[in-house]
């Protein structure tokens, strides 16, 4: 039997296909820090929890297509504590980010047309643009950088005729980058003169350390009407099994094209969206905490990090990972070394390698990504883990060579 | 701004787009009793809301991309009363049967090929084809016939160099078609001859009446590696806000095509994951009184039509639905006009236009779409009203002419 080219083409999951090398180490005893994926161990607020248990119909009914209207407007209220204004039919509910994502990438793009993306970006936004046969333009961003984006003719040089909007996150995953006002304006000069749609994921929106100021898109009243704002509660709330996203954007004809899309897979799921109200009714403090959790955490792995001869990477200021260069040749044969070969009192660790968060081929292949989500005493065990692991590698390779 | 062409190119809803007008009508006081569209009002089975409420983890967490073990191994025991046998890595969970089909759909076709449909079809083939460049071919069915089949060498002539597959639910919506096992065999011939894949709908697999047998695709051995059973909790359990679907799939390649997918979109609901756990293990004696109502309903609404001179239908044998040609040019015009100009004591009904069940154009016109989910009595007033509507309109009409 026949499978379609564009699945067929996809590429297995880098956060998640060498998870058999980390089932093994666990079979023979070892314990596993894992710093490969982002599931923070942050409690869900427990409104969520109340909500879904409150809940007294007998019968589960579809929820209607565009959302619950008390979540439409709760996710209103939370955009204008950010001076973000959206009516409520300028909202729309999808099963996650992931379907926010997707939906907008069809409903702008046709077969053969392009989106420009920053490299490396979260790599999953290579999965859905190639099973809707949508293609990544890559705009390479660099370590050294703290992955800040290239000049504005450099950004412009990469668009061409089938060039349909700019899509990014903001903070970075997998960067941690904070894009400064002057780079979101630059961005939202080029879409107006190109004539394209920003695709703005901004999951990570809460996640700003440093004291840095934080500008979305939503912010930038000269192209409301070609911004689309992806959210999640996933990561904002530690509630990543909700499956509850978002999509806010002005022009309401992108919001009709996507609404028929909603309409087509009926609804998202009636208590994760009675449980995502009140989420997104959590009082502004919640993020405090969680914020100086967060940078506590980035501190104790970045300087261990620091501490190994040849690693590149700018303190990041967003989100909760770090992409660092190794001074190894492939960070995949590293991490796999580090699950079937090394161990130090029976523990270990898992990265994420970074290839596959690049659409350039050979970019980022001595990197990886960290997620820093383990509490701090955990973590600092992991950095510590990574640290004699990676001094180990690098002192075997010179051995051999 | 510009809107990509596939999306734009989408119908609205059928079952949807006429929902102003019921709003309107509600807002004058008229009360509306809904046969347009197929949410029913049994009572979801306990055990899904008692699962979710005992959920005692303080992090809602991400869920497996394959779907949670428990709920795969429910699924799995619940064929086996088919006896269909799946191993538990040919099981795939998804965001309903919806995505299952939107999935399945990207692993087969690429843009331009297309898949075999007997029309009138469930509305949202028509939108999920479209929005991944896939061509529907319809194969037409007829009021006449009950919706049966047309012969193997029309289906044949329909199947060009671009066809990758037949698309099929069964029992049928919105036909309520039951599919004889000949005509499960001659479907599966044609795709052995002509090297298809066969997408099975199944999700109505128990709503089959006055003693029918049902055939499953899942039961037919010789073409194992080319079905793709797809399922959903929605009507089987009255859960349709759970959006818990699956599909079951003996072509391990498919599987690892489909999986890449679901692993894109990371994961389904957690919570509803642990609810569709239990409603797989309800007994099946619930399906025994399930039906016997469902029956009930369905003579109801059948005998109530057959009292209307020139309504054309053959009583349904399977799901909940019923499609009449109605003694009237235009089934949307005489929609609209029940609810905006006919009332009796201040009631009328909703039905859906049958038109967008149709691929070739033209067809349907007089034809709708009633869903026979309300409880008897309500179903009986219904059924009434719409007697007697039809029968208002059809004078005027000629009064007209």
Redesign the interface.
Known sequence: ????????A?Q??PI?KLVPYALEAKARGIKVYHLNIG??????PKG??DA??N?EN??????V?PGIPELISSLQEYYTTYDMHFNNDEILIT??G??AL?FTM??????G?NLIVPEPFYT?YN??SQ???VNVKPITTKAENGFHLPSKEDIISRIDSKT?GILLSNPGNPTGAVYTKEEINMIADIAREH?L?IIADEVYREFVYDGLDYTSFGNIKEVE??VVIIDSV?KRY??????IGSLACK?K??IA??L??C??????????QLGAVELYKTPTSYFKEVNAEYKKRRDVLYNELMKVDGVVCEKPTGAFYIVAKLPVENAENFVIWMLTEFNKDGETVMACPAEGFYATKGLGRDEVRLAYILKEDDLLKAAKLLKEGLEQYVSLSKAKA
């Not at 599931?39 to 869900?44: R, S, V």
């Not at 069809?106 to 077969?111: E, L, R, S, V, Y």
């Not at 009926?266 to 994760?272: I, K, M, N, Q, R």
Request: proline letters at 3%; glycine letters at 6%.
């Open positions: 039997m026949k499978y379609a080219q564009r699945v067929n996809m297995a999951s998640r599931q923070p161990d942050i409690k869900t969520f929890f879904v248990k809940f007998e019968v589960l009914e579809y929820a297509s099963n996650g992931s379907e997707l069809m409903a702008t793009c046709d077969p047309d999953n999965g859905f099973c809707v046969n349909k004539n749609w009407d070609r996933s530690s509630a990543c099994g909700a499956r022009n004809g992108l094209q996507i028929k899309l309409q087509g897979r009926l609804c998202v799921a009636t208590l994760e």
